[in-house]
């Protein structure tokens, strides 16, 4: 509106002004903030249409006089920087040299360095300071800057740096931040831009949960996010930012490297991405600092009473920022200040390599240095740093603000000469080619510099903590009533598992450990009980009285609430399983987070989280309940899991488990605490949970171990008449036994059942011993488990589960016989259990006209009793498959 109002009185505003200029002088910018906000709810007050608006002008938040100093001298600062620069470009240069190709990415750090550099010579908190190490998420392609500063340092040799993307030897460098493969140095798996943001966003609220908790206190600790701008386009990046203005999480300081370019093109051609950003962090309740212009702009923009030049440069877009930066001085002169002689005169008495020089704000170490010490200092909110820098900023020709900047992996002589000069660079003309790994001298201020620095913060950073903190497993008996049978008392697995739950919270040990996620569906699941049990955290406490006060199992929210009920953010509530699942590295507390979700919305919803979570070596339980395509009655398509255990198998750190009874998801869950807490395995367990009711047996003997591996005998059929051996899981085992029961029965032939739980891991243990078999060809050759189990039980197999075949189909190449794999392949659909196994042909009938079949094939039977046994159990034989329907 404003911009289109003619102002009949000019004189009248300008007393406005300087009125408003006198309130800032006299009474402070708090006052002139108040006066403001109670002017504009006046103009509301009486219909005046006003919006204030969420964006300030494209210029600096923290004016020159509101500034910090960086301490001390300034040049030992950036002579490292100096060094630090030019071996992250001498690494990746040499790893793509005589047609290496090993790829890797210049452009961006070159951008972020400053930033980095400013953090880990004044703010980033090492392992031994007194709160204990601030947690860093790195960009995660700008790793090459990262390795270079740990170089500097002396934490990493040359041969690592030579070895950068060649892991496989052992004595190389991963390509991006993974914990997986540098166990002990890096600590956030970030380079699938967008799920480092939303990670670190809860851990920052997961730091007030511990500390909440009276577990770890969280002290001065912080949590740095530094993301691309490009990166903020990701849904996640910016998913969950409410979330952290919400909860106050002054622990959490965003720096976005605004160099307003991605891979392809620029980030926002056509627009302002730092206005842009602006807007949705100020708008999501977050304190924003812009820092867009470097210090030796201040004069210029002092003398520009006006305010033209940064009307100016409010008016252009990234897409002539990023022109300008690649042309040189002279279009810089024409497109910024040509087109006014006002504008002109400002810069009038300045030469084009001095304007050339002019820096952007996050390529300035002293405007960042101020930027960071303002964020420190906000309380009650978290705070983003908008920094304006170049792609590719010193690589000259070669790469900055091109095109195709962020693909550069190469300088030719040129170019490594005018960033040699640019960055002050202690190397001669004839050095600059070979690309030397340099270290400034023992003994020079650099050094010195960097040992004090370093000391002075608590140690390097990034560091992973990879001992090993061991818990005391509970042991089965503790679960004693799910051992037992329940009798006629028919219940579910995810009943099962909230009693067990409800069991290890008490536990004197591990109780105050666990931590239970969920994604607002605990109803769904049976699992309110727990609300008032353990409380809902809730920073605040509750400050209503709840509407169920007056019930057993009211919705208590409570400060030291042990839940995480995080409402309708699958995303959201695995970015907190991460962090709990990773305490023990993070917080040196091993905490046991238990996250139960719809199972269809989980792997194929959060699988790239899960993927981090595995590289990030986390622990813990991911539980999906309502599991199984024809195990959730009613329903449909969209909520019938078929799938999650194939996508399960994908997960190299992931052991997934389909149980039937109350013991199994016992011995796993016993298990499981042992192998990850007590024994120290890095894994995690995905256990699918059911809502079908049923009885349930008593544990046989000796399972456990077999539960453990994968299978396990569930009974063995008689001695007399042809023999098969069925396999099945989950609710289809249910089947299966009932098959048995049928084909002894109906056709006087035995059947072993078992139960295949942990097909994945039965795979896994095949590949293995199959491997060790072909490349110890003149050994006796070793038996997979499955393979050692069937032994002395013959008959051709059957296997049956409520997923997709393939996930079946992952054992017949271990079973030396004939295998029929049935399983729930294609779209679900909502009817009740019975008929959707008809339709899917996964009911004991469709198992027990399999085994016929296949006895049939091996001429232990005519075919006619296929065809009979079709007729006696009212099976249509055109009946389609559910793939083709
Ligand atoms: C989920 C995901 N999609 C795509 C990529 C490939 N990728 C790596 S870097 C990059 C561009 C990054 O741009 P920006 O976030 O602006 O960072 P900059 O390098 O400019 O600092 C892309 C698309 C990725 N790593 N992760
Ligand atoms: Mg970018």
Request: net charge negative; with cysteine; hydrophobic share 40%.
């Given at each position: 509106?404003?911009?289109?109002?003619?102002?009949?009185?000019?004189?009248?505003?300008?007393?406005?002004?300087?009125?408003?200029?006198?309130?800032?002088?006299?009474?402070?910018?708090?006052?002139?903030?108040?006066?403001?906000?109670?002017?504009?709810?006046?103009?509301?007050?009486?219909?005046?249409?006003?919006?204030?608006?969420?964006?300030?002008?494209?210029?600096?938040?923290?004016?020159?006089?509101?500034?910090?100093?960086?301490?001390?001298?300034?040049?030992?600062?950036?002579?490292?920087?100096?060094y630090v620069r030019w071996n992250a470009m001498a690494m990746v240069a040499r790893a793509n040299k005589d047609g290496k190709g090993l790829g890797g990415h210049i452009a961006t750090y070159?951008?972020?360095?400053?930033?980095?550099?400013?953090?880990?010579?004044?703010?980033?908190?090492?392992?031994?300071?007194?709160?204990?190490?601030?947690?860093?998420?790195?960009?995660?392609?700008?790793?090459?800057?990262?390795?270079?500063?740990?170089?500097?340092?002396?934490?990493?040799?040359?041969?690592?740096?030579?070895?950068?993307?060649?892991?496989?030897?052992?004595?190389?460098?991963?390509?991006?931040?993974?914990?997986?493969?540098?166990?002990?140095?890096?600590?956030?798996?970030?380079?699938?831009?967008?799920?480092?943001?939303?990670a670190a966003i809860y851990q920052a609220r997961f730091m007030r949960y511990m500390d909440s908790r009276g577990l770890k206190e969280a002290g001065d600790r912080k949590v740095w996010v530094f993301m691309g701008d490009g990166e903020s386009d990701e849904p996640e990046a910016l998913g969950a930012l409410s979330l952290a203005a919400r909860e106050n999480l002054d622990n959490l300081i965003f720096v976005v490297n605004c160099n307003l370019q991605r891979l392809d093109g620029p980030v926002r051609g056509n627009g302002k991405i730092v206005q842009e950003l602006e807007g949705r962090f100020r708008g999501a309740g977050w304190h924003v600092i812009k820092l867009i212009w470097g210090t030796e702009w201040d004069t210029i923009l002092q003398r520009d009473r006006e305010g033209l030049l940064i009307k100016k440069f409010g008016s252009m877009v990234d897409g002539d920022f990023q022109t300008i930066r690649a042309r040189g001085p002279a279009y810089l002169r024409e497109k910024v200040f040509g087109d006014d002689p006002r504008l002109m005169a400002l810069v009038e008495d300045i030469s084009d390599r001095e304007l050339w020089q002019m820096s952007r704000g996050g390529h300035d170490p002293r405007k960042v240095y101020a930027a960071y010490a303002a964020a420190l200092k906000v309380k009650g909110q978290p705070t983003v740093i908008l920094a304006q820098t170049i792609k590719g900023f010193g690589m000259g020709q070669a790469g900055e603000s091109v095109m195709v900047a962020h693909n550069v992996k190469k300088m030719d002589v040129d170019s490594l000469k005018a960033f040699r000069d640019r960055f002050h660079v202690p190397l001669a003309d004839k050095q600059l080619a070979d690309l030397p790994f340099i270290r400034p001298p023992e003994g020079s201020p650099e050094a010195q510099f960097l040992i004090k620095c370093r000391k002075e913060l608590g140690g390097p950073v990034p560091h992973r903590q990879p001992e090993h903190i061991s818990l005391p497993a509970p042991s089965l008996d503790a679960f004693g009533a799910l051992l037992k049978s329940s009798k006629e008392r028919e219940l579910s697995t995810t009943m099962a598992f909230v009693r067990l739950l409800g069991i290890l919270v008490k536990d004197k040990d591990i109780g105050k450990h666990i931590v239970p996620i969920i994604p607002d569906e605990a109803r769904t699941f049976g699992m309110e009980g727990l609300f008032r049990q353990l409380g809902i955290y809730a920073p605040t406490g509750q400050l209503y009285e709840p509407q169920d006060s007056e019930t057993v199992a009211w919705y208590k929210e409570d400060p030291k609430g042990q839940i995480l009920e995080e409402g309708i953010t699958e995303a959201g509530a695995i970015s907190s399983w991460l962090a709990a699942g990773t305490a023990h590295a993070n917080y040196g507390v091993p905490m046991i987070p238990f996250y139960t979700f719809y199972s269809m919305f989980g792997f194929q919803r959060v699988g790239d989280q899960l993927w981090a979570a595995g590289d990030s070596r986390a622990k813990g339980f991911v539980?999906?309940?309502?599991?199984?395509?024809?195990?959730?009655?009613?329903?449909?398509?969209?909520?019938?899991?078929?799938?999650?255990?194939?996508f399960a198998s994908a997960y190299p750190s992931c052991l997934a488990y389909d149980p039937t009874f109350g013991y199994e998801v016992a011995v796993l869950i016993q298990k499981g605490i042992e192998r990850m807490f007590a024994r120290g395995e890095d894994v995690f367990y995905y256990i699918t949970l059911l809502n079908e009711n049923y009885p349930h047996p008593e544990m046989p003997e000796g399972v456990e171990e077999g539960i453990d591996r994968g299978m396990y005998l569930v009974q063995k059929g008689g001695e007399k008449g042809p023999r098969v051996q069925l396999m099945g899981s989950g609710s289809i085992l249910r089947e299966v036994i009932a098959a048995a029961r049928l084909l002894d029965e109906d056709y006087g032939i035995q059947a072993d059942v078992w139960s295949i739980l942990g097909i994945n891991q039965l795979h896994r243990e095949g590949i293995l011993t199959e491997d060790w078999n072909r490349h110890h060809p003149e050994q006796p050759a070793k038996k997979c488990y499955l393979e050692d189990q069937l032994t002395g039980h013959d008959g051709p197999v059957v296997i049956c589960t409520d997923y997709v075949q393939a996930y079946g189909e992952q054992l017949r190449r271990f079973i030396n016989r004939p295998v029929t794999v049935l399983g729930t392949d294609g779209f679900g659909r909502s009817d009740f259990r019975e008929v959707l196994r008809s339709f899917f042909k996964v009911?004991?009938?469709?198992?027990?006209?399999?085994?016929?079949?296949?006895?049939?094939?091996?001429?232990?039977?005519?075919?006619?009793?296929?065809?009979?046994?079709?007729?006696?159990?009212?099976?249509?034989?055109e009946a389609p498959h559910a793939l083709s329907r």
């Amino acid at each position: 509106m404003s911009s289109y109002y003619k102002d009949p009185d000019p004189e009248e505003t300008q007393d406005w002004i300087d009125s408003l200029k006198g309130v800032i002088d006299q009474e402070g910018g708090d006052k002139a903030d108040y006066l403001l906000c109670r002017l504009t709810d006046v103009a509301r007050a009486f219909g005046v249409s006003t919006s204030p608006g969420l964006l300030t002008p494209y210029s600096n938040t923290i004016l020159p006089d509101q500034e910090d100093h960086i301490p001390g001298d300034s040049l030992t600062a950036r002579n490292v920087a100096a060094y630090v620069r030019w071996n992250a470009m001498a690494m990746v240069a040499r790893a793509n040299k005589d047609g290496k190709g090993l790829g890797g990415h210049i452009a961006t750090y070159t951008s972020v360095s400053a930033m980095y550099e400013v953090g880990f010579n004044w703010f980033f908190h090492g392992p031994q300071a007194q709160d204990g190490a601030d947690m860093i998420y790195f960009q995660g392609h700008s790793s090459p800057g990262v390795y270079a500063r740990a170089f500097v340092e002396g934490r990493l040799d040359e041969e690592q740096l030579c070895n950068f993307r060649q892991e496989v030897g052992g004595h190389g460098l991963s390509s991006y931040p993974h914990p997986w493969l540098m166990p002990d140095f890096w600590q956030f798996p970030t380079v699938s831009m967008g799920l480092g943001p939303m990670a670190a966003i809860y851990q920052a609220r997961f730091m007030r949960y511990m500390d909440s908790r009276g577990l770890k206190e969280a002290g001065d600790r912080k949590v740095w996010v530094f993301m691309g701008d490009g990166e903020s386009d990701e849904p996640e990046a910016l998913g969950a930012l409410s979330l952290a203005a919400r909860e106050n999480l002054d622990n959490l300081i965003f720096v976005v490297n605004c160099n307003l370019q991605r891979l392809d093109g620029p980030v926002r051609g056509n627009g302002k991405i730092v206005q842009e950003l602006e807007g949705r962090f100020r708008g999501a309740g977050w304190h924003v600092i812009k820092l867009i212009w470097g210090t030796e702009w201040d004069t210029i923009l002092q003398r520009d009473r006006e305010g033209l030049l940064i009307k100016k440069f409010g008016s252009m877009v990234d897409g002539d920022f990023q022109t300008i930066r690649a042309r040189g001085p002279a279009y810089l002169r024409e497109k910024v200040f040509g087109d006014d002689p006002r504008l002109m005169a400002l810069v009038e008495d300045i030469s084009d390599r001095e304007l050339w020089q002019m820096s952007r704000g996050g390529h300035d170490p002293r405007k960042v240095y101020a930027a960071y010490a303002a964020a420190l200092k906000v309380k009650g909110q978290p705070t983003v740093i908008l920094a304006q820098t170049i792609k590719g900023f010193g690589m000259g020709q070669a790469g900055e603000s091109v095109m195709v900047a962020h693909n550069v992996k190469k300088m030719d002589v040129d170019s490594l000469k005018a960033f040699r000069d640019r960055f002050h660079v202690p190397l001669a003309d004839k050095q600059l080619a070979d690309l030397p790994f340099i270290r400034p001298p023992e003994g020079s201020p650099e050094a010195q510099f960097l040992i004090k620095c370093r000391k002075e913060l608590g140690g390097p950073v990034p560091h992973r903590q990879p001992e090993h903190i061991s818990l005391p497993a509970p042991s089965l008996d503790a679960f004693g009533a799910l051992l037992k049978s329940s009798k006629e008392r028919e219940l579910s697995t995810t009943m099962a598992f909230v009693r067990l739950l409800g069991i290890l919270v008490k536990d004197k040990d591990i109780g105050k450990h666990i931590v239970p996620i969920i994604p607002d569906e605990a109803r769904t699941f049976g699992m309110e009980g727990l609300f008032r049990q353990l409380g809902i955290y809730a920073p605040t406490g509750q400050l209503y009285e709840p509407q169920d006060s007056e019930t057993v199992a009211w919705y208590k929210e409570d400060p030291k609430g042990q839940i995480l009920e995080e409402g309708i953010t699958e995303a959201g509530a695995i970015s907190s399983w991460l962090a709990a699942g990773t305490a023990h590295a993070n917080y040196g507390v091993p905490m046991i987070p238990f996250y139960t979700f719809y199972s269809m919305f989980g792997f194929q919803r959060v699988g790239d989280q899960l993927w981090a979570a595995g590289d990030s070596r986390a622990k813990g339980f991911v539980m999906g309940a309502t599991a199984g395509r024809t195990t959730l009655n009613g329903e449909g398509l969209q909520h019938q899991d078929g799938q999650g255990l194939l996508f399960a198998s994908a997960y190299p750190s992931c052991l997934a488990y389909d149980p039937t009874f109350g013991y199994e998801v016992a011995v796993l869950i016993q298990k499981g605490i042992e192998r990850m807490f007590a024994r120290g395995e890095d894994v995690f367990y995905y256990i699918t949970l059911l809502n079908e009711n049923y009885p349930h047996p008593e544990m046989p003997e000796g399972v456990e171990e077999g539960i453990d591996r994968g299978m396990y005998l569930v009974q063995k059929g008689g001695e007399k008449g042809p023999r098969v051996q069925l396999m099945g899981s989950g609710s289809i085992l249910r089947e299966v036994i009932a098959a048995a029961r049928l084909l002894d029965e109906d056709y006087g032939i035995q059947a072993d059942v078992w139960s295949i739980l942990g097909i994945n891991q039965l795979h896994r243990e095949g590949i293995l011993t199959e491997d060790w078999n072909r490349h110890h060809p003149e050994q006796p050759a070793k038996k997979c488990y499955l393979e050692d189990q069937l032994t002395g039980h013959d008959g051709p197999v059957v296997i049956c589960t409520d997923y997709v075949q393939a996930y079946g189909e992952q054992l017949r190449r271990f079973i030396n016989r004939p295998v029929t794999v049935l399983g729930t392949d294609g779209f679900g659909r909502s009817d009740f259990r019975e008929v959707l196994r008809s339709f899917f042909k996964v009911d004991r009938y469709h198992v027990v006209v399999a085994a016929l079949k296949n006895l049939a094939d091996e001429g232990h039977l005519p075919l006619t009793t296929v065809t009979d046994a079709l007729g006696k159990y009212g099976i249509d034989q055109e009946a389609p498959h559910a793939l083709s329907r």
